[in-house]
């Protein structure tokens, strides 16, 4: 009994973090199939089987549908290692400029999640410059 509840913690865990990216690619109204192989490949990199990426996020759409705060998904974020926070949040701007561009909307989000998730500025902008450049 206690492995099967450690896989439904692992899998709301994983669930909730693809959330977050969800809402970041759909906060400016616009989600791409683009944004959304972004989203499978850094699942995949968090260590999610391939073969389950299709369910968590299709489950992550309605959590993230059907929520109206980002809090439920940061306290996942919150918990990973420094080196996948980061990895999460280069993620999170790979999505916003992968239409070659960060509206109000999405630099917003950017800067409460950084404060949600105790990441200095400097680090936030020394990542988005990285990513902004890697889009020109």
Same mark, same amino acid.
């Given at each position: ?36 192989? /972004?989203?499978?490949? &850094?699942?995949?990199?968090?260590? %999610? ?5 299709? $369910? !968590? @996020? *299709? ?10 705060? /980002?809090?439920?998904? &940061?306290?996942?974020?919150?918990? %990973? ?5 980061? $990895? !999460? @949040? *280069? ?46």
């Amino acid at each position: 009994m206690f492995f099967k509840k450690e896989e439904i913690k692992k899998k709301d865990f994983q669930t909730k973090i693809c959330a977050l990216l969800i809402h970041a690619a759909k906060i400016d109204e616009n989600y791409t199939n683009k944004e959304e192989e /972004i989203i499978k490949k &850094t699942m995949s990199e968090l260590g %999610l089987e391939k073969e389950n990426v299709s $369910k !968590i @996020i *299709e489950e992550a759409k309605i959590i993230e549908e059907n929520s109206n705060q /980002i809090l439920d998904f &940061t306290k996942e974020v919150k918990s %990973l290692s420094e080196q996948d926070k980061i $990895k !999460i @949040i *280069e993620t999170l701007w790979t999505i916003i400029y992968s239409n070659k561009k960060a509206d109000i909307y999405e630099t917003n989000l950017m800067r409460r999640l950084a404060g949600l998730l105790y990441i200095d500025s400097k680090t936030m902008g020394d990542i988005r410059e990285k990513i902004k450049q890697n889009f020109k």
